[in-house]
């Protein structure tokens, strides 16, 4: 972090709890209020923004640019993501995967897939979710396990990375291995529901092996409504391995189309393709 024109120090929105803006600056948390001309401008900083402030005043004077934003949870400036993915409890969903997949597509930011809770299934169906994985392992991703902590350390340095992913698949369990000083309260799997209790209040960025890591309630809003269905399709990446031979093709109805010809040719996963189809509003 540095100085700037005017005295104002650049740093780093890390939480915010009601009108206080955490900032770090040179290892330093310094609680900020914002300039009241923000709400006039309808300025609304998130935990992710590089700012400029007064340590002295205590006041955050300006938001720098973000390179991507979140509407929820509120939060910017994402490098990478990992997908928090429970094989049971709550059972492996594709469809919510494949959501947060494309979601991160849209917003350029890296995914890591990380698998949550082997130990909990029998090594035959283990072997059977492991030839779904390998095939995004095929389209480019990152698979992991979350008992793979050196390997999630080397992913963290030098990015900013969000744990998102099914609730109660341990995204906090997740974190208190990585470094047990966190001691972030983690919860039980509702047996009536099959899902998670909610443990997470507050979004906070911490530091981390190099890198930050950001621990958030989930990612609630997963529609796709700001996106065209051109948006959804190119964040599909896998598409852009067959070119079609019709130009802006959306892959739905064309006989001759390159990416129906992988589909058949199994190339291409079948749930995938129909949760594109769900994703662009369009009938299996």
Do not use: W
């Not at 640019?65 to 409890?89: H, Y």
Request: aromatic share 10%.
């Amino acid at each position: 972090m540095k100085i700037v024109n005017g005295g104002f120090m650049q740093g780093q929105i890390v939480k915010i709890i009601s009108d206080l803006h955490y900032v770090s600056y040179n290892g330093e948390l310094y609680p900020c209020k914002c300039r009241g001309i923000f709400r006039k401008e309808h300025i609304t900083p998130l935990v992710g923004d590089y700012v400029l402030f007064s340590i002295e005043k205590k006041i955050i004077e300006k938001v720098l640019p973000r390179f991507n934003e979140f509407e929820r949870p509120k939060v910017s400036n994402i490098d990478q993501a990992f997908i928090i993915t429970s094989l049971v409890q709550p059972d492996f969903s594709l469809n919510l995967l494949d959501k947060l997949l494309v979601m991160m597509e849209l917003h350029n930011v890296k995914a890591v897939i990380c698998i949550t809770k082997e130990d909990l299934v029998t090594k035959g169906d283990l072997k059977k979710f492991y030839e779904v994985l390998d095939y995004y392992k095929g389209i480019g991703y990152t698979v992991v396990s979350n008992n793979d902590i050196s390997t999630i350390k080397k992913l963290i340095k030098g990015k900013t990375s969000v744990f998102t992913g099914q609730t109660g698949a341990g995204k906090s369990t997740l974190l208190n291995k990585l470094n047990p000083d966190f001691d972030l309260q983690t919860g039980e799997i509702s047996l009536a529901l099959g899902r998670g209790k909610h443990t997470t209040r507050v979004v906070e960025l911490f530091e981390l092996y190099g890198g930050k890591i950001m621990d958030t309630p989930g990612f609630s809003a997963l529609d796709f409504h700001n996106y065209t269905r051109k948006n959804i399709r190119d964040a599909f990446i896998e598409f852009k391995n067959y070119p079609c031979p019709f130009k802006d093709c959306l892959h739905t109805k064309e006989s001759e189309c390159a990416v129906k010809g992988a589909l058949l040719g199994n190339n291409i996963l079948e749930s995938r393709y129909n949760n594109y189809l769900s994703f662009i509003g369009e009938d299996k």
